[in-house]
């Protein structure tokens, strides 16, 4: 059929299939896919069946796996364990909005880039190649940049999930954390509105309403913890 009985849906997906050898096939159709979706909920706050299970980034790093797995001619093998990624929901939408950089396939690429960032040298870059290219960060944006943040922060903790509600942090670690359980626990009992729930979960009581507020919550908790790390190795 021609382009004219094609759906909107169906027209965004014949572009991307035109543009797909920029990143890799399978990433950017299946990324593109999302957008065309609801690009917005991919990083916002109304996640939905595999994404909301193993979060966007994991999601990222199995997806573009088993694209270079195909690409070589062998068969994913997804059972092996990925390196620690870290989840962040600060329950605000964190994303670049189409008002802010219109054109989806430079979205998709920026998504991509942020999530290779390893470093908050890296994000800091970002940051102002951002404002340089389409002006002052919309709060969605701002939210998005730390999300990455307090990402590259919790993975070197062995931090697994954030979840930043307006009334509680909760961090869940992966099995072996590289921090020391006894220093932890001290930790525990000397800051108020702080338990541990089973071996793998801490929750923090801290209310909080605004977005730079709880992103600084949640980074007062990781540096806690990073210090009890530090002092393990000391």
């Known amino acids: 059929p ?27 159709l299946a990324m593109h896919d999302l957008e065309i979706r609801g690009a917005g909920e991919v990083l916002g706050e109304s996640q939905s069946g595999e994404m909301q299970e193993v979060g966007f980034n994991l999601y990222a790093d ?11 001619g062998r068969e994913p093998d997804l059972s092996q364990p990925f390196a620690v990624t870290t989840e962040v929901n600060l329950h605000f939408p ?6 802010y950089c219109a054109d989806v396939h430079e979205r998709l690429v920026l998504y991509k880039r942020f999530a290779n960032c390893v470093s908050a040298e890296q994000l800091e870059a970002m940051q102002e190649e951002l404002v340089d290219r389409f002006g002052e960060l919309p709060g969605a944006a701002r939210a998005l940049i730390e999300s990455h943040r307090l990402r590259i922060l919790g993975r070197s903790l062995g931090v697994a999930r954030v979840d930043a509600a307006p ?10 954390p590289p921090l020391d359980p006894a220093a932890v626990l001290k930790l525990v009992q000397k ?16 209310v909080t309403s605004e977005l730079p507020e709880r992103a600084l919550a949640v980074r007062q908790v990781l540096e806690a913890l990073a210090t009890a790390a530090i002092k393990q190795a000391a």
């Open 62 to 72: 199995m997806l573009d796996h088993a694209v270079r797995s195909l690409k070589a």
């Open 94 to 99: 964190a994303l670049l909005p189409a008002s």
């Open 2 to 28: 021609g382009e004219d009985a094609l759906s909107p849906a169906a027209k965004k997906r014949l572009e991307a299939i035109q543009m797909m050898e920029e990143l890799g096939s399978g990433f950017y």
């Open 191 to 206: 800051q108020r509105g702080w338990k541990l729930i089973g071996p793998t979960k801490l929750r923090v009581e801290r």
């Open 167 to 176: 009334e509680f942090i909760q961090l869940q670690f992966v099995p072996h």
